[in-house]
């Protein structure tokens, strides 16, 4: 008997040996898996810290307030986006090097967060109208030009002010570099071009475009939305392309759901963007984005006619058309005006029809 436990215990310490030896890796695998876990959650939330911490720095580095101050002289009360009806400018500027810069393209995009209506103009660039910060008539995209270093942004606005006698509330200003990077950042967009075309970009390559449904990178969005002479349109044309491709990127940037495109949309913005819109004011317009974002934008254009005065082209807008565009934009606002700002309303409006400008 004694012999039997003898030869029985040994074997059991055995087998208690080799089961610890199988543990060991099992429970070491079990650790691993838990403090990966940990850093992952700790990584996430340190993440999203930094995601934060960027979207605050890059409104801070984005954000340029105005010359005269965050109301416009048009309103007897400073409105605020996400809660009033407010007119914002976008401003497309080509300020290439050795160049005062240029308003390239104009676009007053009107949003009433009550009645949730949203509509569109574009204002050609050749538009000839009375410039107050030169004091004569020239074309709209030498406001900014013309303007003071560091107020290039409130000469716009004092001149698009002058040629609707709306208010602008807030303006959005973007180089061609930074729609290209914003583009690029949101993954690209997809547009619907309206015919078969092929434009030289920047560097003089050949793009060809083919109507239908096409999806667009950065340097080929550019493209796109700068063909003009092959449009038989012409700006109208072209301020479609505009207008399509500003609501392809919205779109596209409210849907990113990636970590890494967030960060590069944030590099982009900030390095290329300047708007008096707060952060605070910015997700206003976000969620006010994401209700009307199903609904067709109501878009406008400015008729009017060529024109060539002393040998410059100007477009001239027909009163009648801008006068609707005006009573639209106030109705969507429920603007009743304040003072006296129409267009051509000032004595000195006609006595310069000579222009001064670039020639462009």
């Known amino acids: 008997m004694s012999y039997y436990n003898e030869e029985r215990q040994p074997t059991r310490l055995v087998r208690r040996r080799v089961k610890k030896r199988k543990r060991r890796p099992f429970r070491r695998l079990i650790r691993i898996i838990l403090v990966l876990l940990v850093l992952c959650m700790l990584g996430g939330v340190a993440y999203a810290g930094y995601l934060a911490y960027k979207v605050k720095s890059t409104a801070d580095n984005s954000y340029k307030g105005l010359a005269h101050g965050n109301k416009s002289d048009l309103r007897m009360d400073k409105v605020t986006m996400g809660k009033d009806p407010v007119n914002i400018l976008l401003m497309g500027v080509e300020d290439y090097k050795g160049s005062p810069g240029h308003s390239d393209a104009l676009m007053v995009l009107t949003i009433n967060p009550d009645t949730k209506e949203a509509s569109i103009v574009s204002i050609p660039r050749d538009t000839r109208t009375y410039l107050p910060d030169v004091g004569r008539k020239d074309k709209i995209t030498h406001a900014y030009a013309y303007g003071k270093k560091g107020h290039k942004e409130q000469a716009t606005i004092d001149a698009v002010e002058h040629f609707l006698d709306v208010p602008i509330d807030y303006y959005v200003r973007t180089n061609f570099q930074g729609f290209k990077e914003v583009v690029d950042s949101v993954g690209g967009i997809t547009v619907d071009v309206p015919f078969d075309f092929y434009q030289k970009n920047l560097k003089g390559h050949k793009i060809y475009f083919h109507k239908g449904k096409m999806d667009l990178n950065g340097d080929e969005a550019l493209t796109y939305v700068q063909m003009r002479k092959q449009d038989k349109r012409g700006d109208f044309g072209r301020q479609e392309r505009q207008q399509q491709a ?22 982009s913005v900030g390095d290329n963007v300047q708007t008096n819109i707060s952060l605070k004011e910015m997700f206003g317009m976000r969620n006010f984005y994401k209700q009307i974002q199903s609904k067709e934008l109501e878009r406008m254009n400015i008729g009017g006619q060529d024109e060539y005065i002393n040998g410059v082209y100007y477009f001239s807008p027909d009163e009648q058309v801008v006068q609707k565009v005006r009573d639209r934009i106030r109705e969507i606002l429920n603007y009743k005006g304040k003072g006296s700002a129409s267009a051509d309303s000032s004595s000195s409006d006609g006595t310069s029809e000579q222009s001064q400008g670039t020639g462009e």
Do not use: E, P, W
């Open 246 to 267: 500003m609501k392809a990127v919205a779109d596209k940037a409210l849907s990113i759901k990636s970590i890494s495109r967030a960060d590069n949309l944030l590099n």
